[in-house]
Nanobody, 126 residues
Framework: QVQLVESGGGLVQAGASLRLSCTAS????????MTWFRQAPGKEREFVAG????????IYADFVKGRFTISRDNAKKTLYLQMTSLKPEDTAVYYC???????????????????WGQGTQVTVSP
């Protein structure tokens, strides 16, 4: 079983930056795609950014393109999300997830992900 733990969330003002981390333990990290999702209050969970196991395939939701960067360090079993130019509408709980598909491409489909972290809260004030 893979355990995922997110960190790095917090309360910031609009325009600020944050870097989220997701550290894996208890299972394989390097051979599987990873993705960030988020869920704002009263809204459904939505895709943010995904990365393939080998870094050669990266996808972003339109609303974060140019502002967020996903990356991974397989040696440290850690996934990152660098967030810049944060907006109040970015306020949400951010979750990382590990894909079910060995050596698979980046994915935005929730059904592709079996292992999820508990989430980290990001709050952006106006």
């Amino acid at each position: 079983q893979v355990q995922l733990v997110e960190s790095g969330g917090g309360l910031v003002q609009a325009g600020a930056s944050l870097r989220l981390s997701c550290t894996a333990s208890g299972g394989t990290f390097r051979s599987y795609p990873m993705t960030w999702f988020r869920q704002a209050p009263g809204k459904e969970r939505e895709f943010v950014a995904g990365i393939s196991w080998s870094d050669d395939n990266i996808i972003y939701a339109d609303f974060v393109k140019g502002r967020f960067t996903i990356s991974r360090d397989n040696a440290k079993k850690t996934l990152y999300l660098q967030m810049t130019s944060l907006k109040p509408e970015d306020t949400a709980v951010y979750y990382c997830a590990r894909s079910n598909f060995y050596l698979g491409p980046a994915s935005s489909r929730e059904t592709d992900f079996r292992f999820w972290g508990q989430g980290t809260q990001v709050t952006v004030s106006p």
